[in-house]
């Protein structure tokens, strides 16, 4: 297939994407301040950046960039009345930056086939999959704790896989490879603090790569497996860093005990197995996830001759989105004694599209060779990609016109009750009755006891006694 008909063909994949991510960026546009979002946002104000670190560290958990995010978000930039510009602008960054990464990528495996139209259409299909296969999207990505803690270390992600593959390409003295270690070292220290999943999956991604690298390369210590490496010393600092907290005996003490071995593996593997049939019998998703498969196979098909494989490359690749995926389940289950909240498995999600598109890229090009035409190849992969894509991005906008409603009368309510709160406040009234919270997100509200947690929080937040409707 020509550049040209390549480029032609890639369009109605980046249109069918587009719009189902635009889509969920303008579902997001509805964001609103949600239940632990008063708490961080309080204690951000009240103790500034490091101390409120610390107070979460010895009282809560050791995800210490996620409140570092609180204290530059919630209070120093976009605060309160710009929750609803976060997912919108963490959507836009994570598709911008995957395509870069994607495009130089294309680039260095072969400088005069790299087309944009394909890196657009890889990366549009792959973040729209991501979305789509995570189990709570709401949770995952529109609610603000739950979108820092477990989709904003995926644009990260994103963003340290341009730096790494940009950077590379340009190394051109022992100095400066150093200089990108230290790079990389910070990159994925500061984003295994977001959430605990992330600390956990982030290392043994890295301890993943790490390894393919030296043995695909003869066991050289070149720069790019020094990077790596660095990058999984940074990656396994911050686990050591987030799972020494002392706010995590705490939170323990609240939740059951921790399951035996046997029993925690047999709630972890239930859990994951849950994940998967989720995925499997639900149209939506699983259009996502086959039509971003063939999207990277299309694509591959580009890159017979540029490629080289050994034979275990490509079930490495497949058995390592499965391990990794699972390896995100544990964690939370030894901790809730439970199968984890499933806004944590957005991180699972990643995991699994991320080495199971790069190893139908991997088949994609094993096929090109092979076959007799592969020019049919190539047309049946992007009619069926197009076709599953379309699918999912339909089925993605009844999502959203389904939830449009919900997310709008939250925010109108919201609007409302922030200025019947803030009015009460002006007025030096003790106190102030609300009406009853309910969200899209299922997230606990206000009731009529003052020491419940989310009235609470609501109530240092305005720094008036805050009660709603009891529940």
Request: charged share 10%; net charge positive.
């Amino acid at each position: 297939m020509s550049e040209k008909n390549r480029f032609w063909s890639s369009l109605p994949i980046i249109a069918f994407a587009a719009i189902a991510l635009a889509g969920l960026a303008y579902l997001g546009g509805y964001t609103r301040f949600i239940a632990d979002d008063y708490c961080s946002a309080y204690y951000a104000t009240r103790f500034g950046l490091l101390r409120s670190i610390w107070y979460w560290y010895i009282t809560w958990s050791g995800r210490y960039t996620a409140f570092a995010f609180d204290w530059l978000i919630l209070t120093k930039t976009l605060g309160p009345y710009g929750a609803h510009l976060v997912p919108p602008i963490a959507i836009a960054t994570w598709l911008i930056a995957t395509i870069a990464a994607v495009y130089t990528s294309l680039k260095a495996i072969a400088p005069r086939s790299a087309i944009a139209s394909v890196a657009i259409a890889i990366s549009a299909s792959f973040v729209l999959a991501v979305i789509v296969l995570s189990p709570d999207i709401a949770q995952s990505y529109f609610w603000l704790n739950g979108m820092r803690s477990y989709s904003l270390p995926l644009v990260v992600m994103s963003i340290y896989a341009l730096l790494f593959v940009w950077l590379v390409l340009r190394l051109k003295s022992d100095k400066a490879v150093w200089w990108i270690c230290i790079l990389a070292f910070g990159l994925t220290f500061a984003n295994g603090g977001f959430s605990e999943t992330m600390a956990v999956l982030q290392p043994m991604m890295l301890i993943f790569l790490t390894g393919l690298q030296w043995f695909t390369n003869n066991r050289k210590i070149d720069a790019t497996f020094k990077i790596l490496a660095a990058a999984t010393l940074g990656a396994l600092l911050s686990m050591i860093m987030v799972a020494l907290a002392p706010g995590n005996a705490l939170r323990k003490a609240q939740l059951p005990p921790s399951p035996g071995l046997i029993r925690w593996m047999e709630i972890s593997i239930g859990a994951y197995l849950s994940f998967l049939q989720d995925i499997l019998f639900s149209p939506q998703k699983m259009a996502a996830l086959l039509g971003a498969i063939l999207v990277s196979a299309w694509a591959g098909t580009g890159y017979k001759n540029q490629i080289t494989l050994r034979w275990w490359t490509i079930p490495a690749q497949i058995m390592g989105g499965l391990i990794l995926s699972f390896i995100c389940i544990p964690p939370a289950v030894y901790g809730y004694a439970a199968p984890p909240p499933p806004r944590t498995l957005s991180i699972a999600a990643f995991a699994l599209v991320t080495f199971w598109m790069y190893a139908s890229f991997l088949i994609g090009s094993r096929l090109a060779r092979i076959t007799r035409s592969s020019l049919r190849l190539e047309v049946g992969l992007i009619i069926l990609a197009t076709l599953l894509i379309g699918v999912s991005s339909v089925l993605t906008m009844i999502y959203v016109n389904q939830n449009r409603g919900d997310y709008i009368a939250f925010a109108q309510k919201w609007d409302a009750v922030d200025a019947q709160i803030l009015q009460a406040r002006a007025n030096h009234q003790p106190f102030v009755n609300i009406p009853a919270m309910s969200n899209w997100a299922a997230l606990d509200r206000p009731n009529d006891h003052p020491k419940f947690w989310a009235t609470a929080c609501y109530s240092e937040y305005y720094r008036i006694q805050v009660y709603g409707p009891p529940y």
